[in-house]
């Protein structure tokens, strides 16, 4: 970023995808924040797509995608909405609609081969308007020696991806503590219940527009403060 606060676009992008801005250290406002940080102004940047060339082996992985694509008839753009190559690491942004059939591919290509879904997490971006919560799913190749990342996302109107648990079971967990969080709805996921927290919770704990303290908690007896309660600056 300059020093102007305008948004540096790294090398290989073409344009920067800012979604809005953050104003301070911790987004609040009149909580008497004496960080020293509440004047700072920082756009919200959203990855944009890399163009090739990626460099090293991500050409000849995204070679290889491709190809098992075309053996599907399926257009790339149909299926991946852009690639992000970032800090030495690649991620394929695919639809939600073809999640499954991208990781089975994952996993079955010969030339791809990635033996290992390493789980699912949860993001939620409010400004991203559309597409405000993300599904971060690593994957790893055995095989080849490759990890790369696949990001899924969906509004907060229709939080709902496809589950990939029947192609990757060691997902199971992940799907539900990624609901548990987030309230991203893995539709066909075997039992899509709470993990972490209590069955009864209320909400999703670490979206962004959760609330912060505002519970009780009791121990041996003594009752504490909900957090926004404990401290107050006059």
Known sequence: MTESGTPVVPEGVSELDVVGVRRGSFQ???????????????????????????GGWFDELADEIELALADRNLPVSSV???????????????????????????????GLRFEMCLGVNGVHYPEDKGRE???????????????IRVEVTAPDANP??????????????HERETWDFFGIVFDGHPSLTRIEMPDDWAGHPQRKDYPLGGIPVEYKGATIPAPDNRRAYN
């Not at 919560?133 to 990890?147: E, K």
């Not at 709902?160 to 967990?173: A, E, F, L, M, R």
């Open 28 to 54: 609040v406002s009149g909580s008497g924040d004496t960080s020293g940080f509440g004047g700072l102004v920082s756009p919200i940047v959203m990855p944009a797509p890399t163009e090739r060339p990626y």
């Open 133 to 147: 919560l993300h599904a971060v799913y690593p994957f790893l190749s055995i095989t080849h020696n490759r990890r």
């Open 80 to 110: 991946i909405d852009k690639v992000v190559v970032d800090r030495d690491e690649i991620t394929f942004f695919v639809l939600a609609e073809h999640i499954v059939d991208f990781a089975r591919m994952l996993r079955d290509e010969p």
């Open 160 to 173: 709902h991806i496809p589950s990939i648990v029947g192609i990757y079971p060691s997902n199971d967990w």
